[in-house]
């Protein structure tokens, strides 16, 4: 049975994209005039499946392709200088910058071939069905000149929440071929290692795969870690044991970062750290405060957990508190939580995967693509979706779904012929 707690919290705009349930609307209706859920009782019951998927699909597919057109009007508002102005900014209002034209009525087919979407006749298409449509018309966008940097989350996007990128990982192949290709790999991270040997004991696998690999010094290079979201830049090198050498702020710092003065790091900093000690004498927090140089968080002490409720709590005070600080509107900021820890960042992801683009000589955000899971959910360390307005993103749900994307941009790419 559905508790009070989980209806209330599923209704939380925050744990909802604005984009795919409008979507997901217009699909129920196809699906309620046209699913046969009562052709189980008849002899005949294949017969009106088969006729019933036919015309699902392309009532889907029409409405995948009007979908499409708006997008096309709003990218066109977009360089007009007017995106208040299209009707999808009307219908949905709160709908984001779109770096390239999405076919998405070409991503339906390709998905309804793998998910069967049209063949259903009790579950209409779901977020999931339309997240997945929407990451395969971003990769098809990407396809034909191939993309130049893609960068991805760390934790439950490359490797299991708090495991490590070990030899074993079957996305090492994938990085590999992408850094092949020429594309630039990056990993935007939470953790907040201003030590290069930190970062290798996460990402050790990777990191050794590309020292044994055939790739030539200038590829190996395309490869950075931004750590702390955006405060710390390391790229690949054979020179030091821990395959990494950290990069001056100078080189990757965008104009914005300069201006941030250590009186207003540190006042943020402050008021996070007020707002975490609130949380933990209210809630009996069996927490220990940790201070770092460009964050501060809390960590339970030995042997103990936190449930994610008082995790999620904390963030929301943290992130609520700072919003409205004099601090908080002057610098950005990020608040999340680890799994078992809340941790608040100066920065936040969409600054640390533009540092990576103007470090590789200003990518731009149309042929970027940012693969994350943290997208929207209380307590994410991209809840917010800031990522987006970087460049173009792929939302996934594991890592057995990135390698899946992976995957497919690759079957896409060879579909198109580029190299």
Known sequence: MTTRYRVEYALKTHRRDQLIEWIKGLLAVPFVLHSQPTAIY????????????????RRYAEIMRDVESLINDQIAHQKAGTPDRSKLRLLVPSVGTFFTPLQLEKAFVYQDGRRFISSRRFVPPSFNDIRLTLNTAQLL??????????????????????????????VIPYLLALLQRGACVGIVTAAGYTEPMRYYERLHGLMD?????????PKRQNLVVMGGESNYLFRY????????????????????????????VTALLDAAERALRDCVATMRLPADIVRKHRAVGIVPTAGRRFAREQLEETVLVCQKTL???????????????????????????????????????????????????????AGANDFKACARLACTTAWIASPRETLGLLD????????TGAV
């Open 209 to 217: 795969a590309v020292a044994t690999s055939d790739l030539p010094a």
């Open 141 to 170: 966008s990407l396809a034909g000149s191939g993309p130049g940097m893609v960068t991805f989350d760390g934790d439950v996007t490359l490797y299991d929440d708090g495991a490590s990128l070990t030899e074993d990982n079957p």
């Open 42 to 57: 008849g002899e005949d019951s294949s017969d009106h499946v088969v006729q019933m998927a036919t015309t699902a699909h």
């Open 237 to 264: 090198t054979d020179a030091d044991r821990s395959r990494l050498a950290a990069v001056p702020q100078a080189e990757w710092a965008l104009p914005e970062m300069k201006s941030w003065t250590d009186a207003d």
């Open 323 to 377: 919003e409205v600080s004099p601090v908080g509107q002057k610098l950005p900021f990020c608040a999340f939580n680890g799994g078992n820890d809340v941790f608040i960042d100066i920065g936040d992801k969409c600054l640390g995967v533009m540092a990576c683009q103007r470090f590789f000589g200003g990518i731009p955000g149309a042929r970027s693509l940012h693969v994350g899971d943290q997208f929207l959910s």
């Open 408 to 415: 497919e941009l690759e079957e896409h790419v060879a579909a």
